[in-house]
């Protein structure tokens, strides 16, 4: 297994259209494996091939409640409902979030590793996962989605220095780091 390069805005293979699989091979349950490595490394919720260089049709979702990667080749939505606007984030636009349109629920149908079509019916969490992931494969990002102009945020932590200020001398350093390593948990970056 390996922790593949990922892929970063302005790269143009982000806004390229991923090609169907034809059919589960060696090459590709690796690539399944290093993608699911790379997204745990980067502490993503889901990873679309294109962010690593690959243009085939794979991406893989693993949300905090779930055991098991989900791994979804040739994915697609069959069905939306509803409307919400959720805060999101993503691995290959890094330092940015943004407030988007999602979907309360989406249906979903792709083939697993074994080569079999499976559905999936999804709400919160794994539905925007799911709709942020196969829109990476159709060359779309959530910054298409962007309730307004102004929806896009680049984080800074401005709050959580504020709050340093007010330690104890000798903390400051202990602080900073306990942010550093909230920060990914805490995010749905994918
Ligand atoms: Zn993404």
Same mark, same amino acid.
Request: net charge negative; proline share 0%.
């Given at each position: 297994m390996a922790i593949l390069n990922m892929r970063f805005l302005p790269d143009p293979i982000l806004r390229k259209q991923a090609k169907k699989v034809a059919k589960v091979t060696p090459q590709l349950k690796k690539l399944v494996e290093n993608m699911v490595e790379t997204m745990h490394d980067q502490n993503g919720v889901g990873l679309a091939a294109n962010q690593v260089g690959?243009?085939?049709?794979v991406a893989v979702i693993q949300t905090p409640d779930m055991e098991e990667p989900m791994v979804l080749i040739n994915p697609e939505i069959m069905k939306k409902e509803g409307e919400r606007q959720v805060e999101e984030g993503c691995l290959s636009v890094p330092g940015y979030r943004g407030l988007v349109n999602r979907s309360e629920k989406v249906r979903a149908k792709a083939m697993g590793l074994d080569g079999k079509i499976y559905r999936v019916n999804a709400e919160e969490l794994l539905a925007q996962a799911l709709e942020h992931e196969i829109d990476h494969l159709n060359g779309i990002l959530y910054i298409d989605h962007l309730? +307004?102009? &102004? +929806?896009l945020y680049k984080i800074t932590y401005v709050h959580d220095d504020e709050e340093f200020e007010e330690d &104890? &001398?000798?903390e400051e350093e202990e602080a900073t780091e306990h942010v550093a390593e909230e920060a990914p948990t805490s995010s749905s970056d994918d």
């Open positions: 690959s243009l085939q049709k309730v +307004s102009h &102004e +929806s &104890e &001398e000798g």
